[in-house]
T-cell receptor, first 117, second 113 residues
Framework: AQKITQTQPGMFVQEKEAVTLDCTYD???????LFWYKQPSSGEMIFLIY??????QNATEGRYSLNFQKARKSANLVISASQLGDSAMYFC??????????????FGTGTLLAVQP | NAGVTQTPKFQVLKTGQSMTLQCAQD?????MSWYRQDPGMGLRLIHY???????DQGEVPNGYNVSRSTTEDFPLRLLSAAPSQTSVYFC????????????FGNGTRLTVT
């Protein structure tokens, strides 16, 4: 069964510094996708970035990048030049894509990031 | 473009009462799903649907029913509310394309006393 693990319940980072949020996953399906979402204190879920298992390069979206290490089954989110508005809960999620896949997206337990001025 | 619309935003129920959480999307997404979010447990999948007339169970389906009579709507029914169902509920939808991200509603905060 697919599983997502986020081992950091909470993290602090100084404004303007970079921060890495960890995510490891477990799947036997060679075809899968990894997603990161941001949930600010207002509660909405915001999609940040996607990485496919067959993508040759690490995904990037503005200040967000994915450190994808397939052999280690990790997909860590890197936020560069942190801003106060980055303070939020961050969720890693995975979707399997092999035969019989159901399109389900399974989430980790999240990491609460606090950016300090 | 409304996206995913959930109602109500807040609800208080007494144990044993029933209610329906409404979810509608206007993006013609084939896939729709319901999650519950509890502190320290992330988002857990309750039920999902890959198209009208097709539903299936997620990780935590007990106590909840769903139906999908149209592409747009995916209501979640609590048949007999229990305090353990106190949570924040999210409806989300996407295309069936593998790399299609989920679009979320704004959530429903449900308290069962």
């Amino acid at each position: 069964a697919q599983k997502i693990t986020q081992t950091q319940p909470g993290m602090f980072v100084q404004e303007k510094e970079a921060v890495t949020l960890d995510c490891t996953y477990d799947t036997s399906d060679p075809s899968y996708g990894l997603f990161w979402y941001k949930q600010p204190s207002s509660g909405e879920m915001i999609f940040l970035i996607y990485q496919g298992s067959y993508d040759q390069q690490n995904a990037t979206e503005g200040r967000y990048s994915l450190n994808f290490q397939k052999a280690r089954k990790s997909a860590n989110l890197v936020i560069s030049a942190s801003q106060l508005g980055d303070s939020a809960m961050y969720f890693c999620a995975m979707r399997e894509g092999g035969g019989g896949a159901t399109n389900k997206l399974i989430f980790g337990t999240g990491t609460l990031l606090a950016v300090q001025p | 473009n409304a996206g995913v619309t959930q109602t109500p935003k807040f609800q208080v129920l007494k144990t044993g009462q029933s209610m329906t959480l409404q979810c509608a999307q206007d993006m013609n997404h084939e896939y729709m799903s319901w999650y519950r979010q509890d502190p320290g447990m992330g988002l857990r999948l309750i039920h999902y649907s890959v198209g009208a007339g097709i539903t299936d169970q997620g990780e935590v389906p007990n106590g909840y029913n769903v139906s999908r009579s149209t592409t747009e709507d995916f209501p979640l029914r609590l048949l007999s509310a229990a305090p353990s169902q106190t949570s924040v509920y999210f409806c989300a939808s996407s295309y069936l394309q593998f790399n299609s991200p989920l679009h979320f509603g704004n959530g429903t905060r449900l308290t069962v006393t």
